[in-house]
């Protein structure tokens, strides 16, 4: 399963907000991939979630398997209250 989201965070995913992401990410008992124009990141990977350089306004992709849609919403839940998404 997969969702579309656009980063409203006005640092974008870099330094402290993605490390605060990837931990939280790395907690869960699934696979996260991230995705990001053409590239696919493990969502577990602070260098990998780096390498993706996600700027304000920008779209990405979050998806886990379909059996761990509650997951994508603890996700979501977590991007919205740490300001990353709207």
Known sequence: ME???VL?????LHARPATNFVKFIASLPV???LIHKNFTADAKSIMA???LGLAKG???????AD??????DKIEDYMRLNQ???
Not at 8 to 12: P, V
Not at 67 to 72: C, G, K, V
């Open 49 to 51: 979630i780096m390498s």
């Open 31 to 33: 696979e996260v991939h």
């Open 3 to 5: 969702r579309t989201y």
């Open 58 to 64: 920008e779209v990405f992709r979050l998806r886990v």
């Open 8 to 12: 409203t965070s006005e640092t974008g």
């Open 67 to 72: 059996e761990h849609q509650a997951y994508l």
């Open 84 to 86: 990353l998404i709207e």
